[in-house]
């Protein structure tokens, strides 16, 4: 059975940077896109970046902030986040998906979530 299992995040303070890494097991990893998406309290879920056949997707309005990268041999995808800011608060979602999109809904399966949390 799929499964993405996430870790690291937690308490960091504003400027600095953070990693969450998801370990996927039970399905072929390399054939999959794979996604982090985040939801902060109270918001709808939403995309922060991707990495698929066509390469890496991430939304223009964060500057670079965002890096992913994935390990093939590992079966696993990282994310790190530079620059953190009070408004990065949120829970971050690795996910897995035939095609890389930047719409929770083309996802097949999610990690448990990671709490990251940005003190000022």
């Known amino acids: 059975q799929p499964r993405l299992v996430q870790s690291g995040g937690g308490l960091v303070q504003a400027g600095g940077s953070t990693n969450v890494s998801c370990a996927a097991s039970g399905l072929r990893f390399r054939a999959y896109g794979m996604g982090w998406f985040r939801q902060a309290p109270g918001k709808e879920r939403e995309f922060v970046i991707s990495i698929g056949r066509s390469g890496i997707t991430k939304t223009d309005s964060e500057e670079g902030r965002f890096t992913i990268v994935r390990d093939n041999d590992k079966n696993q995808v990282y994310l790190q986040i530079n620059k953190l800011k009070t408004e990065d608060t949120a829970t971050y979602y690795c996910?897995?998906?035939?095609?890389?999109?930047?719409?929770?809904?083309?996802?097949?399966?999610w990690g448990q979530g990671t709490q990251v949390t940005v003190s000022s």
């Open positions: 996910a897995a998906a035939a095609v890389a999109t930047a719409r929770p809904r083309d996802y097949n399966f």
